[in-house]
């Protein structure tokens, strides 16, 4: 007899038992974000573009000169991370901040000229039919998924346009 007990055999290697977890929305919500940033990187990879950062370049490019702060309130992302994500944009120069005179505590965005010709070439591929969020999902079923997030989420339709 070994100190180790053997791991049973699964009878199904392609198939994992995860119980409960299958109806947890937060473990759903969880593995459908790999999934998509997997996705992500497999289109975006070559832009050197992360998950998230097209979405702080579509809503700069919707609200020129955008608080900061407000940016990242609305994105749910911690003053901190954006704070280093702005950075690492304005690096790229993608992004262009500025400090008003008035309120020097304040910090406003913009997309410079190659940010905004870099939204409106990718904006296709990030929203369009042939996005990267192909899934086994119909085309009815993923604006339903759509939907449903966006009330989970707190967004109106006047929000989300």
């Known amino acids: 007899m070994t100190d180790q007990a053997e791991a049973p055999l699964l009878a199904d290697d392609k198939h994992v038992n995860v119980g409960a977890l299958a109806h947890s929305l937060g473990f759903l919500m969880r593995i459908a974000q790999l999934r998509g940033f997997d996705k992500f990187y497999k289109?975006?990879?070559e832009t050197n573009l992360r998950p998230g950062e097209f979405s702080i370049l579509w809503v700069i490019?919707?609200?020129?000169?955008?608080?900061q702060g407000r940016l990242?309130?609305?994105?749910?992302i911690k003053p901190a991370h954006m704070t280093k994500t702005i950075r690492r944009l304005e690096e790229s120069s993608m992004?262009?901040?500025h400090v008003?005179?008035?309120?020097r505590r304040s910090v406003h965005l913009q997309l410079t000229e190659k940010g905004q010709a870099f939204v409106l070439d990718q904006q296709a591929h990030f929203f369009g039919v042939n996005d990267y969020h192909d899934s086994?999902?119909?085309p009815d079923e993923s604006r339903q998924l759509a939907k449903l997030l966006m009330k989970y989420c707190g967004f109106t339709p006047k929000e989300t346009t």
């Open 43 to 45: 289109r975006f990879g």
């Open 61 to 67: 490019h919707l609200n020129p000169g955008i608080r």
């Open 72 to 76: 990242a309130q609305t994105l749910n």
């Open 95 to 97: 992004v262009a901040r």
């Open 100 to 103: 008003p005179d008035a309120d």
């Open 136 to 138: 086994d999902l119909t």
